[in-house]
């Protein structure tokens, strides 16, 4: 296990050459510490902070505490302005993920809470694949790498354009959050995370999910962990509908646009009450906001009894969708070696743009 974590950080110092100059800086001085210790989380009703913590090897606590730190980025100081922080795409520059040190955080300690409960993670939205990618190292630092696997499901083309009159058209036209799905395995590939555990899925949720749902029923695989990430009310009803049921009873939902977006808690609150689920929800702060100040917060739960999904309703309500203007991705699960060539079709044309005159 030692061995492994070690070369974990060599990975990643290695692929921190290649990222801005800000994180090849962070990452580098975190690498080499004895005593850092990640940023606590702000809970309203649960205390699982640091959640790296919880592990027992401190060389996995060093290790999964300067990934965070190199994932995220400097996200939390876009988020609250400190420093006066202002990336230059509207989000941040230097981060993997929009996660953040807490909700980062959350998954370390979901994956942790969950070791009983059989399944895999899936992370469902997943920008440039950071969470999906601390989740990953998380199972490999717990020795679950090789019965557990790591889902991660995006469009890869940005969201989709309205289906329903629930949502807007905005969503459709943030063009920073395009990442391209030879881009995302290529930043798994960096950090020495592309194993054969990992599935990216790619495509729009309505076309994608279900053919997830059927491959996870057929090969009877279940998820101790799933984190929603659509943002639009449309796809959390995608995601609920084709994922929940495979969550067995003592694994945790996150709705990380809980409660920011309300078109994202309305599809939650209705699938909630359409299918009579009481489970606690709990509500996680940024942790660096004002006591009680919940604006980038989000919601998760953990599932207390089993839950028989009403999916002739998603079936019917489906079929009443308009369809997506403009080009639809194309719809695939990718396993391990084509995984591989998508990043080394990445780390091709980045070799090819260092080479051209500035």
């Given at each position: 296990m030692l061995s492994a974590i070690?070369?974990?950080?060599?990975?990643?110092?290695?692929?921190?050459?290649?990222?801005?100059?800000?994180?090849?800086?962070?990452?580098?001085?975190?690498?080499?510490?004895t005593e850092q210790q990640p940023q606590g989380l702000a809970s309203v009703n649960m205390s699982y902070a640091p959640a790296v913590h919880l592990l027992g090897n401190q060389h996995a606590q060093r290790f999964l505490t300067a990934l965070i730190e190199t994932v995220k980025g400097d996200w939390d100081d876009a988020v609250t302005g400190r420093g006066g922080y202002k990336p230059s795409n509207g989000f941040c520059d230097t981060c993997f993920s929009m996660s953040g040190t807490v909700k980062l955080n959350l998954v370390v300690w979901a994956l942790i809470k969950t070791l009983s409960v059989p399944g895999d993670f899936a992370e469902t939205g997943t920008w440039r694949g950071g969470t999906a990618i601390v989740a990953r190292a998380t199972q490999r630092v717990l020795g679950e790498d090789r019965r557990r696997r790591t889902y991660v499901c995006d469009s890869f083309e940005g969201l989709p354009?309205?289906?329903?009159?629930?949502d807007s058209e905005k969503w459709n036209k943030m063009n920073a959050l395009r990442v391209s799905v030879d881009q995302v395995a290529d930043n798994f590939e960096a950090f020495g995370l592309l194993d054969g555990g990992v599935r990216i899925v790619r495509g729009y949720f309505r076309y994608s999910l279900p053919i997830l749902r059927r491959r996870l029923i057929e090969h009877k695989r279940h998820l101790a962990v799933l984190r929603g990430d659509g943002d639009m009310y449309e796809s959390y009803l995608d995601i609920l509908y084709n994922l929940y049921e495979l969550i067995p009873v003592g694994g945790i939902f996150i709705c990380d646009d809980c409660t920011l977006i309300r078109e994202a808690q309305r599809a939650i609150t209705e699938f909630r009450t359409r299918h009579g689920i009481t489970d606690r929800v709990h509500i996680t702060g940024i942790g660096m906001l004002r006591e009680g100040d919940h604006t980038y917060g989000l919601t998760w739960w953990k599932k207390t009894k089993?839950?028989?999904?009403?999916?002739?309703?998603?079936?019917?309500?489906?079929?009443?969708r308009s369809l997506e203007r403009g080009l639809i991705p194309a719809t695939k699960?990718?396993?391990?070696?084509e995984s591989r060539t998508l990043a080394l079709q990445a780390a091709a044309r980045r070799a090819a743009m260092a080479v051209l005159p500035q």
């Open positions: 070690l070369l974990f950080c060599a990975s990643c110092a290695a692929m921190a050459s290649a990222k801005p100059h800000r994180v090849k800086q962070r990452f580098s001085t975190l690498k080499d510490a354009t309205a289906t329903t009159s629930e089993p839950v028989s999904v009403d999916y002739t309703w998603y079936e019917k309500w489906n079929a009443t699960i990718y396993g391990f070696h």
